[in-house]
């Protein structure tokens, strides 16, 4: 019994954190009068580049019509923008506007805030391991998943002062 309890612990940190995450994400976030939710289509959207409606549901496991609201505020403060598919007229294709693109360093810097918070007091070497650790249970749980990726708001920030430099 106590060796099944200490297990399950796992799984209760492992949301509390994410939560924990969540709602750091959103006190951020509402500076803007964004959702940490509307925070991750901008980032997903950075880092992957235009995408689908279906894209992106399916990248950030989120059903349809729920990125479909989210689009439509960000769209509605021009965050983002709807164009046609350039093959199939059917589909509609979401992209950062260069508004939503300015804010991607300041993402970062909620993002690097957030991560300062939550490993204060913890060697680079036990956050190494936590990761590993969390990524590990991840795949054991979700093998079929692809690979997690844990600079989500870094790499976005680096895609976008690429393309400005360009």
Same mark, same amino acid.
């Given at each position: 019994?106590?060796? %099944? #309890?200490? !297990?399950?612990?796992?799984?209760?940190?492992?949301?509390?954190? @994410?939560?924990?995450?969540? *709602?750091?994400?959103?006190?951020?976030?509402?500076?803007?009068?964004?959702?940490?939710?509307?925070?991750?289509?901008?980032?997903?959207?950075?880092?992957?580049?235009?995408?689908?409606?279906?894209?992106?549901?399916?990248?950030?496991?989120?059903?349809?019509? %729920? #990125?479909? !609201?989210?689009?439509?505020?960000?769209?509605?403060?021009?965050? @983002?923008?709807?164009?046609? *598919?350039?093959?199939?007229?059917?589909?509609?294709?979401?992209?950062?506007?260069?508004?939503?693109?300015?804010?991607?360093?300041?993402?970062?810097?909620?993002?690097?805030?957030?991560?300062?918070?939550?490993?204060?007091?913890?060697?680079?070497?036990?956050?190494?391991?936590?990761?590993?650790?969390?990524?590990?249970?991840?795949?054991?749980?979700?093998?079929?998943?692809?690979?997690?990726?844990?600079?989500?708001?870094?790499?976005?920030?680096?895609?976008?002062?690429?393309?400005?430099?360009?």
């Amino acid at each position: 019994m106590g060796e %099944s #309890i200490r !297990r399950t612990r796992i799984g209760f940190w492992a949301f509390r954190v @994410a939560a924990d995450y969540r *709602h750091a994400l959103e006190k951020h976030s509402r500076t803007l009068d964004l959702g940490a939710q509307d925070v991750y289509v901008m980032v997903t959207l950075m880092r992957l580049g235009p995408s689908s409606l279906v894209e992106l549901a399916r990248e950030l496991e989120t059903p349809h019509p %729920s #990125i479909v !609201r989210q689009v439509d505020a960000l769209e509605s403060r021009g965050y @983002a923008q709807r164009s046609p *598919h350039p093959e199939d007229r059917r589909i509609k294709v979401v992209s950062l506007t260069a508004q939503g693109m300015k804010l991607m360093p300041k993402v970062k810097e909620w993002f690097d805030a957030i991560h300062q918070q939550a490993t204060a007091g913890m060697s680079s070497e036990e956050v190494d391991q936590l990761q590993r650790a969390l990524q590990t249970a991840h795949h054991n749980l979700c093998p079929s998943h692809r690979p997690s990726r844990s600079s989500f708001a870094e790499e976005a920030v680096e895609t976008s002062q690429k393309e400005s430099n360009d």
